[in-house]
């Protein structure tokens, strides 16, 4: 339900015998230094920046001026071998939580510190389906919380980056509707990714029935608040319950739910004459078109109410009685070539 999370430290107390950068290094951890300098008024200034960085578990702390600032972790890596696995309840986030104070103790030594502010939290689910029908239907679905619209993952994804034609860019976005790995909606305190584990993982993958993630990486205080227990602690039940929220503010765009919309009347006329209809009909049906007006009898086809019902949801495998027990998990083996 959590993977990656950080924290804020707002309360240190430095001790009087911080541990030795030669034992850090053999218990596993990346030690950076930084000097940075600046202008004062009276000349120039200079601070101390140290990042460490666990291999195993890849934990980072943040000491600025010799106080630790800032921890971040995936709590999945805190008690499995990768963050393809979920933290499914209160036990294994309690364990992955006591996990991390252990490692911080060994950077902060005899020093206090309070780890109650959290900045940034990740909540993830995954489930078992076929990526290029969720990316389909999605990637015409609107989130409340987002005004951008979501951008498609593909194994072409970096020509977008380079400087390349127009033409070019259009046939890469041609090529990642028609090979999605994956959905981005990006916000300004929110981003909402929905992927391919397994290859994201670095392995071979059936997109027809691979391991899907949806993931909602928050940085919104006001969101945060909120799976945070009366205790003050981090919360499993709270957790499932923002993700659940969240999940199912998913919303068509509003001209596709107007029944006046020309585009509408073809596509739903054209899917009530196709049984079968699903990505592959659609994709045989708009291959001849020209581009433009493939991508708009494309994005038409994907929002109508007709392909919706055939459609994956995602909301309703959340119910109240919490997560799906199903969920896979994903396997630390490296196997694509």
Known sequence: ????????????LAGEKPPANDKLTKNGWIIHEYTRRYRKDEGVASFQIVTFEHKETRTKIWKFEGKITKVETSLPRLIFPTNGFLIRDEVQLNQAISRLHSLIDEIAGDSKYNLTKIIRIDLVW????????????????????????????SSNNRIN????????????ADVAMSQPLGLSWKGDKQCINLYDKVFEQNRASDPRNTVIRLEYKITDGESIKKVMASSGKLSFGNCYDLYRLKTDKFKAK?????????L??????????????????????????????RRRIQKALLEC?????????????????????????????????
């Open 254 to 262: 509003p001209w596709m739910r107007s029944p006046e919309s020309p």
């Open 264 to 293: 509408r009347h073809l596509v739903v006329k054209y899917a009530r004459a196709e049984p079968g209809f699903g990505p592959e009909s659609w994709r045989q049906y708009i291959a001849t078109m020209k581009p433009y007006k």
């Open 161 to 172: 980056e380079q400087k390349c034609s127009k033409e070019e860019r259009m046939k890469a």
């Open 126 to 153: 995954q489930f078992l389906g076929n990526i290029a029908e969720y990316s389909a239907v999605y990637s015409m679905l609107r989130h409340p919380e987002i005004e951008s619209e979501p951008s498609v993952w």
């Open 305 to 337: 109410a007709e392909f919706k019902k055939r459609a994956p949801s995602l909301a309703e495998r959340f119910t109240a009685d919490g997560p799906p027990l199903d969920s896979p998990d994903v396997s630390p083996i490296i196997d694509r070539g």
């Open 1 to 12: 339900m959590i993977d990656t999370i950080r924290f804020e430290v707002l309360q240190y």
